[in-house]
């Protein structure tokens, strides 16, 4: 069956305006909501981090995209950045970034007095998970003169970030390092260690892969093992307006779901990225597990009810069992690594003989 070919037999829409809502979603790729577990908790995973910093960190900087020279750990220090090679004169003790994704990354690595601004998102509670970190900053927008008068060090643009602004920063002599935000956990670990090298934080960045590391083996191990007939086959979606929207290959949330053990049975279908799909095809994927990463506020739990109770999806295995969960949004679809805790809280749900009662931690800051 030809999924894009397929009609929609039933629309399910939130009472929400519908421009409002749409509008939200863009900034809900970057940032977005808590939902709470209800999980009893029992067994806790352990969230340290491992005290054994690696004797030499240029070994961990050699296969890093971006660095020049991994083995100077002098100032100055040379980057290729998005926006072409980048001096970094000293180690910046003010520090600036436009995107939510990279001031995940940012607190991960440095203490909180070294960050002198933050946007709106970064300091919304609903949207970020440094929320408490960044509380009380300076606001900064995407207006130039705004973030000069903070006198950065350095600022961390994100591949969002408009070439002009870019350009308008740089014209006044503004350090500027324009970097990726992967969605893959292997390029993750890229950008935390990319980041720590600009910062002057190599070691501690080596810290936090080490964290990730062996928080995602931890998860792994729960699943890998298993026959292939047990993993779970699940579906991520969302609805804005009148569109419904999945997760398919090289997406955010389809890591998720790779991470945690899940088959992601819109990238089985062929689907890549964030389409819009049908509910024909919603059907005809029969995922046995569906999860949202949609906020309460944005009509997230009214979709999920709307879904449940329509006669058209009773078929679907997810619907039929009742296992159509509400997922966090702010680890769901975070461009950081803190998609990791998403991983570990839908493994919970594909899992819960294994999972049921673990309480996964947050991660360690250094200026906690």
Sequence with gaps: MNIRSLNRVSRIRPKKNALAIVASLFAAM?????????????????????ATATPNPSDSLTNVEGIVDPTNLGWPRVVNGLNGTVTIPEKPERIVTISLG??????????????????????????SNVAHLAAGLPEITSEAEVIVAQSPDIVIASPFTSLELIAALESVGMVVLQTDLHNDSDGRRQDIMLLGYAYGEEERAIEVVEEINEREASLRSVWESKPEGERVRVLSATLYGDSLYTAGAGSTE?????????????????????PVISYESLIAMDPEVIFIPQPTEFGGEEFRDAMLADPTLASVAAIRDGRVFMADPKYFTTLSFWNLRGAEELARDLWPEDLGDTAFGLFSFPSE
């Design 102 to 127: 990279h001031d995940e990354v940012t607190y991960a690595l440095v203490p909180r007095d070294r960050v002198v601004a933050a946007n709106i998102y970064t300091q919304s509670p609903d949207q």
């Design 30 to 50: 970057f940032v977005l909501a808590a939902c709470s577990s209800d999980a009893v908790v029992e067994q806790v995973v352990s969230t340290s981090i491992p």
């Design 254 to 274: 389809g890591e998720i779901i790779n991470i945690a053990g899940g088959i992601n049975v819109a990238a089985e279908a062929g689907l890549e990225n964030n």
